[in-house]
């Protein structure tokens, strides 16, 4: 096999496997978000996703021994289990935010076809400059395009 080259056998499968589940624990995520923004209940469908990510991959460092350092502890990594362990700090994250001090500053992007979320501080509506842009076009826009009242 060259160098850098991927094994063919399930690489295209396993790839579409894993973007799925990554797809799958975001828009879990952006469901608790929009419980928490909406001040709603969390669907529970959405909590366990969440729940199965943080538990999917070990993370309290294991009690090790070995004849150059001797005890000493090392969390597991195995490749193998490495979308495992992104999805679990996603999620830790996730948890972090909506639990933390911060979570009160949680809030939708206000472009309409933005799904973001972002943390508000200030009078910042918009997720990015680009959805802030998009907002101000469209009102200027609405502006310019309004039938002129006459009366």
Known sequence: ???????????RRT??????RLRSLREQVRTLFASRV?????????????????????????????ERSGF??????????IVDHALAALAADAADLLTGADAERLTACGSTPCTRYLLRHGRRHWCSTRCGDRARAARAYARRTRPESTG
């Open 38 to 66: 909406a001040a709603l209940p969390a669907p529970p469908t959405a909590l366990t996703a969440v729940n199965d990510a943080l538990t999917g991959a070990p993370a309290a460092p294991l009690l090790r021994w070995d």
């Open 72 to 81: 000493h502890r090392a969390t597991p990594h195995p490749t193998d289990r």
């Open 1 to 11: 096999m060259a160098r850098g080259s991927r094994p063919r056998t399930g690489g």
């Open 15 to 20: 790839a579409g496997v894993l973007r799925r």
